[in-house]
């Protein structure tokens, strides 16, 4: 099958398009939706120079969404003193399987001259993941402390770095799947907070940190309390996952492609199955859902700046670390707490 944009082999059908690639055409397609999604949702300001850059921490975790996105963003930006990237590795304590992957995380870095931070569970909260698992004491799934622990480690090191922004792997099928996951829940707040710390765009300079219209995000509303904040963002996130593991294969990136021995997570995989079978029978359901859950949220956001039934709560700082929390002590505290590491 031919290119439908040169005389080229195709390399992919995509279906949700209605195009067939070839090599160069499909990874120049990858490279500039990640590029578009930095540039629509404001990631760079207008104020950045190179006397006052942008630090940009992106979470690399060798798998294949985080090795392409850094791969990417360090292409587009290496020559722009506007912006530094830094890369930030956690091991979560994981036997033969996280040490493999660091390997892939620190043959990327080297290879395209980045600063790479590496920190573990085991040097902030004294815990390894396999123990965790084994001793289970709050009875729920190895992802469930796994979740917590890792957002915080990723802020508190992300600022400790100096970030201005946090940025994360995520592709359109996790989004499309946290969306669906937060509509059948009936989750108002959720949708409101993960539009403002993660999804909408950042304001424009003009706007003076306010929020100037429904649709863009406020972060200090995802995190009202904590002047220490630092907002996240996902540029790869109009990428399906299939195109992402394509590019990597495509590049010969160095990824880690096995899966967590303690992976979980039924439920979500319920609705990656059915939102992959949907899509197969009508192509580009996932980019419709991502459209109206993204305007959805925006709504739910501007509503609970209005004290309406999104509302956000009080949040204060935890009580034992300083983290932003909503009660006086944080989830990652109660965790190790239950662990008995605190
Ligand atoms: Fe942690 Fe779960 Fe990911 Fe394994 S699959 S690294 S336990 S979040």
Same mark, same amino acid.
């Given at each position: 099958?031919?290119?439908?944009?040169?005389?080229?082999?195709?390399?992919?059908?995509?279906?949700?398009?209605?195009?067939?690639?070839?090599?160069?055409?499909?990874?120049?397609?990858?490279?500039?939706?990640?590029?578009?999604?930095?540039?629509?949702?404001?990631?760079?300001?207008?104020?950045?120079?190179?006397?006052?850059?942008?630090?940009?921490?992106?979470?690399?975790?060798?798998?294949?969404?985080?090795?392409?996105?850094?791969?990417?963003?360090?292409?587009?930006?290496?020559?722009?003193?506007?912006?530094?990237?830094?890369?930030?590795?956690?091991?979560?304590?994981?036997?033969?399987?996280?040490?493999?992957?660091?390997?892939?995380?620190?043959?990327? @870095? +080297? $290879?395209?001259?980045?600063?790479?931070? =590496?920190?573990?569970?085991?040097?902030?909260? #004294? /815990?390894?993941?396999?123990? &965790?698992?084994?001793?289970?004491?709050?009875?729920?799934?190895?992802?469930?402390?796994?979740?917590?622990?890792?957002?915080?480690?990723?802020?508190?090191?992300?600022?400790?770095?100096?970030?201005?922004?946090?940025?994360?792997?995520?592709?359109?099928?996790?989004?499309?799947?946290?969306?669906?996951?937060?509509?059948?829940?009936?989750?108002?707040?959720?949708?409101?907070?993960?539009?403002?710390?993660?999804?909408?765009?950042?304001?424009?300079?003009?706007?003076?940190?306010?929020?100037?219209?429904?649709?863009?995000?406020?972060?200090? @509303? +995802? $995190?009202?309390?904590?002047?220490?904040? =630092?907002?996240?963002?996902?540029?790869?996130? #109009? /990428?399906?996952?299939?195109? &992402?593991?394509?590019?990597?294969?495509?590049?010969?990136?160095?990824?880690?492609?096995?899966?967590?021995?303690?992976?979980?997570?039924?439920?979500?995989?319920?609705?990656?199955?059915?939102?992959?079978?949907?899509?197969?029978?009508?192509?580009?359901?996932?980019?419709?859902?991502?459209?109206?859950?993204?305007?959805?949220?925006?709504?739910?956001?501007?509503?609970?700046?209005?004290?309406?039934?999104?509302?956000?709560?009080?949040?204060?700082?935890?009580?034992?670390?300083?983290?932003?929390?909503?009660?006086?002590?944080?989830?990652?505290?109660?965790?190790?707490?239950?662990?008995?590491?605190?």
């Amino acid at each position: 099958m031919e290119c439908d944009q040169c005389e080229g082999s195709a390399v992919v059908h995509v279906e949700y398009a209605g195009v067939h690639r070839c090599e160069d055409h499909f990874r120049e397609s990858v490279e500039s939706r990640i590029r578009r999604r930095v540039r629509e949702d404001n990631l760079l300001p207008e104020d950045a120079s190179p006397e006052d850059p942008e630090t940009w921490v992106v979470g690399l975790s060798g798998g294949k969404d985080s090795v392409v996105l850094t791969t990417v963003l360090h292409e587009t930006f290496a020559r722009d003193p506007r912006v530094e990237l830094v890369a930030l590795s956690i091991h979560e304590g994981i036997e033969g399987y996280r040490d493999e992957s660091l390997a892939a995380c620190e043959d990327l @870095a +080297a $290879d395209l001259g980045l600063r790479h931070e =590496v920190v573990s569970y085991d040097s902030e909260f #004294d /815990v390894r993941m396999d123990g &965790v698992v084994e001793r289970d004491p709050e009875d729920m799934s190895a992802c469930g402390y796994c979740g917590v622990f890792r957002r915080d480690v990723l802020a508190r090191h992300a600022r400790g770095l100096g970030a201005d922004k946090l940025l994360t792997g995520h592709n359109l099928d996790d989004e499309a799947q946290s969306a669906m996951m937060n509509f059948l829940s009936g989750d108002i707040s959720q949708m409101s907070q993960h539009f403002d710390a993660s999804l909408g765009p950042f304001p424009a300079a003009e706007a003076g940190g306010e929020r100037p219209e429904t649709g863009v995000r406020d972060p200090v @509303a +995802a $995190d009202p309390e904590a002047g220490s904040f =630092v907002p996240r963002a996902k540029p790869l996130r #109009d /990428v399906p996952e299939k195109e &992402v593991a394509l590019y990597a294969r495509l590049r010969n990136l160095p990824t880690h492609m096995a899966e967590c021995p303690h992976a979980s997570g039924a439920y979500r995989g319920e609705i990656r199955d059915l939102l992959l079978e949907l899509e197969e029978r009508h192509p580009g359901t996932r980019h419709a859902v991502m459209a109206g859950y993204e305007e959805l949220a925006g709504l739910a956001a501007a509503d609970r700046d209005g004290a309406g039934p999104a509302g956000g709560g009080d949040r204060g700082d935890c009580e034992r670390c300083g983290e932003p929390t909503h009660g006086e002590v944080c989830r990652a505290c109660q965790l190790l707490e239950a662990l008995g590491g605190a």
